[in-house]
């Protein structure tokens, strides 16, 4: 497992990354009424690990923190992948 270790730091890193600039870019297309990034892909991204990026971008930004979807969906996402970590790590 030590092989794949760093793979997967550097795709979490990555997906991390793109989860915090879909935030803040969907947050500055909001206020200028430009072209948004769907609801649905912004879950997507999360739901491939960049939740606790995204959440904590969302609460910093004060981003889809009204959007019952974004504060309650992304914290189950979270539960769920640390859910599946403990259920592969045994």
Not at 1 to 20: D, K, N, P, R, V
Not at 82 to 87: D, G, K, R
């Given at each position: 497992?030590?092989?794949?270790?760093?793979?997967?730091?550097?795709?979490?890193?990555?997906?991390?990354?793109?989860?915090?600039g879909m935030?803040?870019?969907?947050?500055?297309?909001?206020?200028?009424?430009?072209w948004r990034?769907?609801?649905l892909t912004l879950l997507v991204v999360s739901l491939l690990g960049g939740s606790v990026a995204m959440f904590a971008t969302m609460w910093i930004a004060h981003h889809k923190t009204k959007h019952l979807k974004f504060v309650v969906g992304i914290p189950v996402i979270i539960a769920l992948q640390?859910?599946?970590?403990?259920?592969v790590w045994r």
């Open positions: 497992m030590g092989e794949y270790t760093s793979i997967i730091c550097i795709y979490l890193a990555a997906i991390s990354l793109l989860a915090i935030t803040l870019y969907d947050k500055r297309a909001a206020k200028k009424s430009a990034i769907k609801e640390i859910a599946v970590i403990v259920y």
